[in-house]
């Protein structure tokens, strides 16, 4: 490493974690440059008890897809906050990270080692903004649908731009009609999933460990409202199959028409034909931060 990029190192070391010059450049050379590991260093040795900026919660940000001949990327990029967010330079650098995760089919590990247009890796060029900008920013989470067989759509909420938003959803259909026919009902099925929120497709997908935890925190409610222990079990049975309905998305309320549910909504569109959801991704900026 030339004694430049040393330098340039030791500066965003020390924008990152308030630490001196002389302890960042020991830091930098110990690990070969790498910033994230010269942080540790600092933090392994009582110089940092953590990094300044990295410590900070990124919960706000931005949301982006990449579609191409029916496949689609959707990578979350967070900031902390919505100024950020809107920023010229975040935005730019979320669109390129965005085709980058297209590329690599929605690998994070393979999108972190990958070079930028600048001719750095973006594990590198994400220290850069962080440095320049002064707010802690991560590269949350990424996914991939491809399919020769499915039709596939896509939905951005609260678009700024097109395809970057707050909320993105990727949908993934199995049938035998053509696109043109399913579009309209594709981005009405994305909109229900963005507002909707749900869990699995159905009731099968839906993680155990979820189920087990509402129906402990519904027993525990009962138990400590008053109620007769002898029905105690009977009211939890209904609740959690009312919470298994409102989380799966084919026993949802249409949000398009309330009274029929997305399956019996369908039912009616394939008619004589197959119509199945495969798959659906859904990220919203800091959900679970």
């Known amino acids: 490493m030339s004694a430049k990029d040393t330098l340039e190192k030791v500066k965003q070391l020390r924008e990152i974690t308030g630490v001196g010059f002389k302890d960042c450049k020991k830091a930098i050379d110990e690990n070969n440059g790498d910033i994230e590991k010269s942080i540790d260093f600092?933090?392994?040795?009582?110089?940092?008890?953590?990094?300044?900026?990295?410590?900070r919660v990124a919960a706000d940000g931005l949301v982006s897809i990449f579609e191409k001949d029916n496949n689609f990327s959707i990578v979350e990029i967070n900031?902390?906050?919505?100024?950020?967010?809107?920023?010229?330079?975040?935005?730019?650098?979320?669109?390129?990270?965005?085709?980058?995760?297209?590329?690599?089919?929605?690998?994070?590990?393979?999108?972190?080692?990958?070079?930028?247009?600048?001719?750095?890796?973006?594990?590198?060029?994400?220290?850069?903004?962080i440095s320049k900008i002064g707010e802690k920013i991560t590269l949350r989470r990424s996914s991939y649908i491809y399919s020769k067989e499915n039709i596939n759509f896509s939905y951005t909420h609260s678009a700024?731009?097109?395809?970057?938003?707050?909320?993105?959803?990727?949908?993934?259909?199995k049938t035998n009609k053509k696109k043109d026919e399913m579009k309209d009902f594709g981005k009405q099925l994305c909109m229900h999933i963005a507002a909707s929120s749900p869990l699995s497709i159905e009731e099968k997908d839906l993680d155990k460990?979820?189920?087990?935890?509402?129906?402990?925190?519904?027993?525990?409610?009962?138990?400590?409202?008053?109620?007769?222990?002898?029905?105690?079990?009977?009211?939890?049975?209904?609740k959690?199959?009312?919470?298994?309905?409102?989380?799966?998305?084919l026993n949802q309320e249409w949000i398009m028409e309330p009274k029929k549910k997305v399956k019996d909504i369908i039912k009616e569109i394939s008619g004589n034909d197959k119509l199945i959801i495969s798959k659906?991704?859904?990220?919203?900026?800091?959900?679970?931060?």
Not at 42 to 55: D, E, F, Y
Not at 160 to 173: F, M, P, T
Not at 280 to 289: D, L, N, S, T
Request: charged share 35%; no cysteine.
């Open 160 to 173: 700024i731009k097109n395809n970057l938003g707050k909320i993105g959803v990727l949908l993934s259909l």
């Open 280 to 289: 659906f991704i859904r990220f919203k900026v800091g959900e679970g931060v």
């Open 79 to 129: 900031s902390e906050t919505d100024f950020v967010a809107k920023n010229n330079e975040f935005i730019k650098f979320v669109e390129e990270i965005s085709e980058l995760t297209f590329l690599k089919l929605g690998k994070m590990e393979t999108l972190l080692s990958s070079k930028m247009k600048n001719n750095k890796i973006v594990k590198d060029s994400l220290v850069d903004l």
């Open 240 to 249: 959690i199959n009312k919470f298994i309905s409102d989380n799966t998305l």
């Open 209 to 238: 460990k979820i189920i087990e935890k509402e129906k402990e925190i519904i027993t525990e409610e009962l138990k400590n409202s008053g109620k007769d222990p002898k029905i105690i079990d009977k009211i939890a049975t209904g």
């Open 42 to 55: 600092l933090r392994m040795n009582g110089i940092a008890k953590a990094s300044k900026k990295m410590q």
